[in-house]
Structures are given as structure tokens and as C-alpha cells.
């Protein structure tokens, strides 16, 4: 089965892992902008960093078959800087325009600070001036549900803000209503300890149904699986889900989130190769 991984930071992956994903059916991925394990400390920073993601990024996925698309922003882990930020948000546009960018992302809240909230709202406004999607971080553990509130809130407070073309991550059991209830999409990041694992995913899927969510291996920094989306696959098909339900949560919801940005001109595998990988799932 083809998958999309729709939040995966490969810049903290080696080559390796690129080859394993393509191998197991991986054909295209998005990468948000996040923190690099410090905080940065210019704007020339940023501006090396959204190099890396709209040059370098697409040519290593390029050569094992898989689409690369990404996001820029400056992240929630570093929003507390409002000067700095405010730079980089006055930068990002310069970049707007690369061919595999889809939108504002990931944005939103870290602790759920005034100065968090704050440049969150701005790069809600970058996004809307430019006619972008976003891709929305939620904080993590005993935050998670006062700052997808503070988000939604924020984000429901801007008429201009199109909740069909946002997408709300890192959703759990406590916050997918929430996140999902007003329009908005939402996604499970698959991870081994933290977040939601594949089963607790299936669970999710089972109790709210499968439309407008997708899930992710975000495959970052720390303890992280850049094969999450196949495990998930495994854990639905264990529990005897149809395979065309399981293609729309890990296929079909991407595509159709995505395909609302102008930059996302995908190609289906099927015009690419006339089989499926050898590992594929």
C-alpha cells in the first residue's frame, strides 16, 4: 500500500531512512519547519535552515522515489523571541514562492505563553495575506488541551481564517474533538512513548471515524519511528479494517488536504513505476 507521511522532519534522518520509507511504499512526505535541538540565534539562521528544506531536502528524497514538500515558520520552541521572530516572519516570504512549499507550519503553542500566542496570531496573518495553508503544532502532555483551545480560539476569532485548510497535529484522545469539531483537519503523530502510538491511533479512528485526519511519524530528534505510518497500517489491519480505509487515512486524507495548496503538484506512483515496492506494505 502507498503512504504519505504528512509531518516527518527528515532533516534529522540519514539517507537510510529515505530508502527504508520509499521501500515499505512511502511516495511523498511534507516536512514542517521546527527546531533544530537549540534555539537559533539570527535570521540568517532561519534563512539557511528554509535553504535546507526547499533545495537540499527534495533532491535526497528525489533519489528513492519520494516527493518532498514542507513548511516554513518559526516554530513555537522559539516564539518567545518576538524580535527575532519577527524577523524570520518578515523573511519567510522570500521563500513562499519554491516549488515544494505548501504553506505557514508548524505553528502554535509551546507552553502557551503571551509571546507564543502572539507570534502565533502573526503568522496566522502571514498566511492569510499570502493564501497559504497551515500546519498547526499543539503542545504536548498537561498543556495539550488548555492550547489547542487557545488555538482554535485564536483561529476561530480571524474570519479570515478557512478551517478546511488547516491542519490541526498532535492530536490525542482528549483533543481530536476539539481540534476537528469547527472544520478543521487534524492528524495523530505516531510516536513510541509519547503522543499516540499505532494502537491508541486505531482506537481514535474506530471511536470518531475516519474524515479529516490523517497520522504522522514526525521522525525527529528524539525517540522517533520514520516507519510509524506502516506500523499503524499493521495495527489496522490486525484489527480488520478494510484496506480502502486504511488507504484513506494514509493516502487518500493527505491528498486531499494538500492538494488546496498551489505548490502541491503531486504525481501518483502509479505514473512513476508500474508496481509497488518490494517491501511495500
Known amino acids: 500500500m502507498y503512504y504519505i507521511d504528512p509531518h516527518v522532519h ?105 509571546n507564543e500566542a502572539t507570534v502565533f496570531q502573526e503568522q496566522v496573518d502571514l498566511a492569510m495575506k499570502t493564501r497559504e495553508l497551515i500546519l498547526i503544532h499543539t503542545p504536548h502532555l498537561q498543556d495539550k488541551y488548555k492550547g489547542t483551545r487557545m488555538i482554535v480560539d485564536m483561529l476561530l476569532n480571524d474570519k479570515r481564517v478557512e478551517p478546511e485548510r488547516v491542519l490541526i497535529d498532535h492530536v490525542e484522545e482528549h483533543t481530536v474533538r476539539l481540534a476537528r469539531e469547527d472544520g478543521f483537519w487534524c492528524a495523530m503523530t505516531l510516536y513510541p512513548t509519547t503522543k499516540c502510538t499505532p494502537a491508541r491511533a486505531a482506537d481514535i479512528i474506530e471511536r470518531y471515524g475516519d474524515d479529516r485526519i490523517m497520522v504522522n511519524s514526525a521522525g525527529d530528534w528524539g525517540p522517533s519511528n520514520p516507519l510509524a505510518v506502516p506500523d499503524f497500517v499493521m495495527e489496522m489491519r490486525r484489527r480488520g479494517h478494510s484496506d480502502s480505509q486504511i488507504k484513506k487515512v494514509v493516502y487518500d486524507n493527505p491528498l486531499e488536504f494538500f492538494r488546496q495548496s498551489k505548490h502541491f503538484r503531486f504525481t501518483p506512483p502509479d505514473t512513476l513505476a508500474g508496481r509497488e515496492p518490494a517491501d511495500a506494505i
Open 10 to 114: 527528515m532533516v534529522s534522518r540519514v539517507t537510510d531512512d529515505y530508502e527504508r520509507m520509499a521501500r515499505m511504499g512511502c511516495v511523498a512526505i511534507s516536512e514542517p519547519a521546527f527546531w533544530a535541538g537549540y534555539d537559533r540565534g539570527s535570521v540568517d539562521g532561519f534563512r539557511d535552515y528554509f535553504r535546507q528544506l526547499t533545495d537540499f531536502e527534495p533532491k535526497r528524497a528525489a533519489a528513492v522515489g519520494i516527493q518532498h514538500y514542507t513548511w516554513l515558520c518559526i516554530n513555537a520552541k522559539e516564539a518567545e523571541n518576538v524580535a527575532l521572530s519577527r524577523e524570520v516572519i518578515a523573511m519567510i516570504p522570500e521563500f513562499l514562492n519554491r516549488p515544494n512549499v505548501l504553506g505557514i507550519g508548524e505553528i502554535g503553542l509551546n507552553k502557551n505563553t503571551l
